[in-house]
């Protein structure tokens, strides 16, 4: 039946089709430096947004030209259209004190880009308008920071076509204040809405950060808590009576920013945001079937607070929420690569630099569910290799997906460009499934290789396990001395590799913070155990997890053995060379003997690709 539907499918729809239509960029300010909070107006005329297009902010952000602030701003990304203004994201600056003393690894040209999609505000992104930027929030109104932007725009990627983008609540950039639940709620009035006939699906999509020191005891254990940045609170979201949604206001994976480390408590969970990454928008679908006009009520949890020693105002919440309108679903199934997290040099190394693993978001774009899904990968102009996933993904719900890499062959990974691409078993739509990304290559290390690791005054809180490409682990090792070095010995064959560096407290094994109660551990890589050897040193301030990606016994792109000569006499048994991609090791001598031509009693044996993975 599902293969008689393909057909079906393929005859009555034309947009079956692949997609060679090329990305546009275009430019919405220049790197500009900011020393003043406040809003940062940039006039700009866009093309027409093709409704169907996936529209990315490319948002850099880095040092102003007289160097970096050392504290955590709320930055603002906006669109005005008149008096309309839409929200495009928000992000938090990192404490960027280390790049402004040139500290830890960085400096004053520290530059980090991050990526927004904006295709649910498609309707309004053409023609003339204002980019702005706010940049705001506590303490000084001066500090240092500079911001680059482009939108770039994708076509042939969505299955369905933004109809309309209909704000519901808007804060402001100050947010609103918290003074107590009666008057908070006096600024989240029911929101009337009337669906168009067109109308087939719709989104609310908010953006909410928490801000402010107030004091609270208001949660279960009546624990001082300091609100709204550092107290878990939740919003409600109802449709004609019906509860769609109850939101905890609340993120705990700070500790692994991939701007580390900081200099400041950036480890620390708060409300909804982590200095040094952009706030991730809330997405509740809601039903376009209701006869007449729907009801929307936005409700906050109610709490008490009173001035603390750290702040005497009253919380504050900055909340975005538009209601977006689709049309209808133009075909049955479609699933697209979203992104290629790793390996991706253009994302921070924490993220991106991987030894064997790829990591790839997906999104189901069509109206079914998929429980199969094919990825074909490899170096351009080398071969392709394909990965089978199973599992399932509902219309409409998003996806990450690993898996670890076949050998690739051998390039220059400076040059190397990997291809990735998916597809469901009846994709209707090639347009949205390909991507290809340059990445960096991993620390390479010998054999010999040892990891050194100088405990803080608690050395049970540490442990170190060494896994292979598959992420199957290789070894472990823990119950660690207390403030004591210990040398990790790799000993492991030729391969891709991660170490990873664990603290059970996630506080990693410095913080500044802590050391004094705590202790400064320590953490570097000995490329060998030759006393000459080159050294990595490894960041202690890390929180929960470090992961290191490594070679062992050969560089990235290269291989674990040296290449096969013609004019060369192998006379020893054992000995093993590089032929094609792949290891040769010698059973006799040989003399100009190619090893790919070896049968079962000739001079060479295969053994493995040269990565050391299994042929």
């Known amino acids: 039946m599902r293969f008689l539907l393909f057909w079906l499918l393929i005859f009555t729809c034309p947009q079956v089709l692949a997609s060679k239509a090329i990305a546009t960029t275009q430019t919405l300010t220049e790197y500009t430096s900011f020393t003043q909070h406040g809003d940062h107006r940039f006039a700009v005329n866009l093309m027409p947004a093709d409704l169907k297009s996936r529209h990315i902010l490319a948002l850099e952000l880095g040092c102003a030209e007289q160097g970096c602030s050392d504290w955590d701003y709320t930055v603002r990304l906006e669109w005005y259209q008149g008096e309309k203004r839409y929200e495009l994201g928000r992000l938090i600056t990192p404490y960027a004190g280390y790049m402004q003393r040139g500290m830890h690894g960085f400096d004053r040209n520290w530059r980090r880009t991050f990526y927004f999609d904006v295709s649910h505000l498609a309707p309004v992104l053409s023609g003339e308008g204002t980019f702005n930027v706010h940049y705001g929030g506590?303490?000084?109104?001066?500090?240092?920071?500079?911001?680059?932007?482009?939108?770039?725009?994708?076509?042939?990627?969505?299955?369905?076509?933004?109809?309309?983008?209909?704000?519901?609540?808007?804060?402001?950039?100050?947010?609103?204040?918290?003074?107590?639940?009666?008057?908070?709620?006096?600024?989240?009035?029911?929101?009337?809405?009337?669906?168009?006939?067109?109308?087939?699906?719709?989104?609310?999509?908010?953006?909410?950060?928490?801000?402010?020191?107030?004091?609270?005891?208001?949660?279960?254990?009546?624990?001082?808590?300091?609100?709204?940045?550092?107290?878990?609170?939740?919003?409600?979201?109802?449709?004609?009576?019906?509860?769609?949604?109850?939101?905890?206001?609340?993120?705990?994976?700070?500790?692994?920013?991939?701007?580390?480390?900081?200099?400041?408590?950036?480890?620390?969970?708060?409300?909804?945001?982590?200095?040094?990454?952009?706030?991730?928008?809330?997405?509740?679908?809601?039903?376009?079937?209701?006869?007449?006009?729907?009801?929307?009520?936005?409700?906050?949890?109610?709490?008490?607070?009173?001035?603390?020693?750290?702040?005497?105002?009253?919380?504050?919440?900055?909340?975005?929420?538009?209601?977006?309108?689709?049309?209808?679903?133009?075909?049955?199934?479609?699933?697209?690569?979203?992104?290629?997290?790793?390996?991706?040099?253009?994302?921070?190394?924490?993220?991106?630099?991987?030894?064997?693993?790829?990591?790839?978001?997906?999104?189901?774009?069509?109206?079914?569910?998929?429980?199969?899904?094919?990825?074909?990968?490899?170096?351009?102009?080398?071969?392709?290799?394909?990965?089978?996933?199973?599992?399932?993904?509902?219309?409409?719900?998003?996806?990450?997906?690993?898996?670890?890499?076949?050998?690739?062959?051998?390039?220059?990974?400076?040059?190397?460009?990997?291809?990735?691409?998916?597809?469901?078993?009846?994709?209707?739509?090639?347009?949205?499934?390909?991507?290809?990304?340059?990445?960096?290559?991993?620390?390479?290390?010998?054999?010999?290789?040892?990891?050194?690791?100088?405990?803080?005054?608690?050395?049970?809180?540490?442990?170190?396990?060494?896994?292979?490409?598959?992420?199957?682990?290789?070894?472990?090792?823990?119950?660690?001395?207390?403030s004591s070095w210990h040398e990790l010995t790799l000993d492991v064959p030729a391969g891709c590799y991660t170490l990873k560096v664990h603290d059970s407290q996630h506080d990693g094994l410095a913080f500044p913070f802590f050391n004094q109660r705590k202790g400064k551990g320590e953490l570097a890589l000995h490329h060998s155990d030759k006393l000459d050897a080159a050294v990595t040193q490894l960041q202690p301030d890390f929180g929960r997890e470090l992961s290191i990606p490594i070679t062992v016994g050969y560089e990235m792109g290269g291989c674990a053995a040296s290449a096969w000569q013609a004019d060369l006499a192998y006379n020893v048994k054992g000995q093993k060379v590089a032929y094609q991609g792949v290891i040769y090791q010698a059973r006799h001598w040989s003399y100009n003997f190619a090893p790919n031509k070896s049968g079962p009693y000739d001079p060479w044996q295969a053994i493995s690709y040269c990565d050391g993975s299994a042929l």
């Open 138 to 482: 506590w303490g000084a109104k001066k500090s240092a920071f500079g911001i680059a932007a482009k939108l770039i725009s994708k076509p042939a990627y969505q299955t369905k076509s933004v109809k309309r983008v209909i704000p519901l609540y808007e804060s402001g950039s100050e947010g609103w204040p918290y003074k107590t639940a009666e008057d908070f709620a006096q600024r989240l009035p029911v929101k009337t809405v009337t669906f168009e006939a067109d109308e087939q699906y719709a989104e609310v999509k908010m953006i909410v950060t928490a801000h402010g020191h107030a004091l609270s005891y208001d949660n279960p254990d009546g624990k001082a808590e300091l609100c709204g940045e550092w107290c878990d609170r939740y919003f409600t979201l109802e449709q004609d009576g019906k509860l769609v949604v109850k939101q905890n206001l609340w993120r705990d994976d700070c500790d692994q920013s991939a701007t580390f480390p900081q200099g400041g408590t950036y480890l620390f969970a708060r409300a909804n945001w982590c200095p040094g990454e952009a706030i991730e928008p809330f997405s509740y679908p809601v039903s376009t079937s209701v006869e007449g006009s729907s009801l929307f009520d936005l409700d906050w949890q109610a709490y008490s607070w009173q001035p603390s020693q750290y702040g005497t105002d009253a919380p504050r919440y900055i909340v975005n929420a538009v209601l977006v309108t689709y049309g209808e679903q133009e075909v049955e199934e479609d699933v697209a690569l979203t992104s290629i997290v790793k390996p991706n040099s253009a994302m921070p190394d924490r993220i991106g630099l991987s030894c064997g693993e790829i990591e790839v978001d997906v999104k189901n774009l069509g109206k079914s569910t998929v429980d199969e899904l094919w990825f074909d990968y490899g170096i351009e102009g080398l071969r392709t290799h394909q990965y089978h996933w199973q599992g399932e993904i509902e219309a409409g719900e998003s996806k990450r997906i690993a898996f670890s890499s076949q050998f690739l062959g051998n390039y220059d990974p400076e040059l190397a460009k990997l291809n990735i691409s998916v597809r469901s078993e009846y994709d209707q739509q090639e347009g949205n499934n390909s991507q290809a990304v340059q990445f960096k290559a991993p620390v390479a290390v010998e054999h010999s290789a040892m990891l050194r690791l100088l405990t803080g005054k608690n050395g049970a809180e540490s442990s170190v396990s060494l896994l292979d490409k598959s992420q199957t682990l290789i070894k472990r090792w823990d119950m660690f001395a207390d």
